[in-house]
């Protein structure tokens, strides 16, 4: 199954005038992904506060697919901060793995505010997708490369749940409807830990044959 991932190329080049421009101004890729991680945390509590909290609108919610693109771009910028203007890390790895985790664990989160949401499901989905990326993470460790086999990377989740709060925005209650997409995207997670463990280990094996 194809992964939004495999647009990062495209998407890459299309921010590379921006990154360019932030290198010359002396803004580092671990900046960008501090901001990405605030940013993130930032949104996710503030919505979860207004959702239970107060009577509001449900157009706020057009806050996640806006900032989930944004934050794609971000998590693009500081990569190509670190690869095409040597500004690569060792802390700047850690930084960058973790804020990832951290910041789609609570843009999830957020979403137990919502109204008929499935709660244990989407703790679950929550823990399998730190799950994926520390396979993606320990394939290094036995000699791979990181992993970001699909079908539900990083950008695939930014999609489904950028979908999810669009959906709310237009005023359509999740109800039945969110469990069936939460229990799609937790199943495509569990498949995308199988391909990224096996793709991982037959890396190693090709490697050891030559």
């Excluded at 890459?12 to 960008?32: C, F, H, M």
């Excluded at 945390?41 to 996640?64: D, N």
């Excluded at 790895?93 to 137990?112: R, W």
């Excluded at 109800?175 to 096996?198: D, E, P, Q």
């Amino acid at each position: 199954m194809p992964s939004v991932y495999q647009l990062k190329s495209a998407f890459s080049d299309r921010l590379r005038p921006i990154t360019n421009y932030l290198a010359r101004k002396g803004i580092t890729a671990n900046q960008v992904t501090i901001a990405a991680l605030l940013g993130s945390i930032v949104l996710a509590g503030g919505l979860y506060f207004i959702e239970t909290e107060t009577a509001t609108t449900p157009l706020i919610w057009l806050s996640i697919p806006v900032w989930m693109f944004i934050r794609m771009a971000l998590n693009n910028i500081d990569g190509m901060l670190a690869r095409e203007h040597n500004m690569a890390t060792p802390e700047g790895a850690i930084l960058n793995e973790m804020g990832d985790v951290l910041s789609d664990s609570a843009l999830f989160l957020a979403f137990a505010a919502l109204p008929g949401v499935n709660i244990p499901l989407l703790v679950i989905l929550t823990l399998l997708a730190v799950m994926s990326e520390m396979i993606g993470v320990v394939a290094i460790q036995i000699g791979a490369s990181r992993r970001y086999d699909g079908p539900s990377g990083k950008s695939d989740r930014a999609l489904f749940f950028g979908v999810l709060g669009f959906l709310y925005a237009l005023g359509i209650n999740p109800g039945a409807w969110s469990t069936l997409v939460l229990l799609l995207i937790t199943l495509l997670l569990c498949l995308t830990i199988i391909n990224r463990a096996k793709a991982a280990l037959k890396e190693v094996k090709d490697s050891a044959s030559v």
